[in-house]
Structures are given as structure tokens and as C-alpha cells.
Nanobody
Framework: VQLQASGGGSVQAGGSLKLSCAAS????????MGWYRQAPGKQIELVGR???????DYADSVKGRFTISRDNTKNTMYLQMNALIAEDAGVYYC???????????WGRGTLVTVSS
């Protein structure tokens, strides 16, 4: 499975941005899709995840501001980011973990910059 993240860009602090992550094919069974990010000079961190049953969890730093959703008919996951702050800037990556699979798929990142 190949993942393609898109939607990154430059936004002012307080603004919004919506990222998309499209998978190259459909997949069935239990799975988890996630968003990670890496700020310059920092370790990669989990932003949030969504299961195939639409259960979500988020990092404390984005709770109440970010929302993850998915459209299984389009094999696509979304990350709606509101009230962006400088600390949200970085490269955002999407992931897919399939039940029973030995590895997690990673997509190429999309860059988000937040200007004050």
C-alpha cells in the first residue's frame, strides 16, 4: 500500500489547514491510520490515530484543535487542523497499520509552516 499525504502549506497562527492522506488501494479488516509530525530538530511524534471503527485518539497538544476523519469509500484519511500555533509546524506523515501485517506503511510527508 502506498500512502500520499497532501494539503500542507503555509498558514498564519490561528488559521486552519486540512491535510489528506490517500491510500493506493482499498483494504479490509481492522486497521489503524495515523498522523505523525516532525518539527525541525525534534523527534517525530504522534499527532493522532483513527481505527477502522472510527475510534480516534490524539496527542494532548492537539486535542480540541485537530480532528481526524476518514472516508473509506475514497481510501482517504483527513486531518483538520484549527487554531494552529507555531509549535504545529513541521512535516506531517500519514501511516497505515493493517491487522496481522508485519509493518506499518508510511507516506511521504507534507510540510506545514505556521507564521506568527
Amino acid at each position: 500500500v502506498q500512502l500520499q499525504a497532501s494539503g500542507g502549506g503555509s498558514v498564519q497562527a490561528g488559521g486552519s489547514l486540512k491535510l489528506s492522506c490517500a491510500a493506493s488501494r482499498t483494504f479490509s479488516g481492522f486497521n489503524v491510520m495515523g498522523w505523525y509530525r516532525q518539527a525541525p530538530g525534534k523527534q517525530i511524534e504522534l499527532v493522532g490515530r483513527i481505527t477502522s471503527g472510527d475510534i480516534t485518539d490524539y496527542a494532548d497538544s492537539v486535542k480540541g484543535r485537530f480532528t481526524i476523519s476518514r472516508d473509506n469509500t475514497k481510501n482517504t484519511m483527513y486531518l483538520q487542523m484549527n487554531a494552529l500555533i507555531a509549535e504545529d509546524a513541521g512535516v506531517y506523515y500519514c501511516t497505515l497499520t493493517l491487522a496481522g501485517a508485519p509493518t506499518t506503511y508510511w507516506g511521504r510527508g507534507t510540510l506545514v509552516t505556521v507564521s506568527s
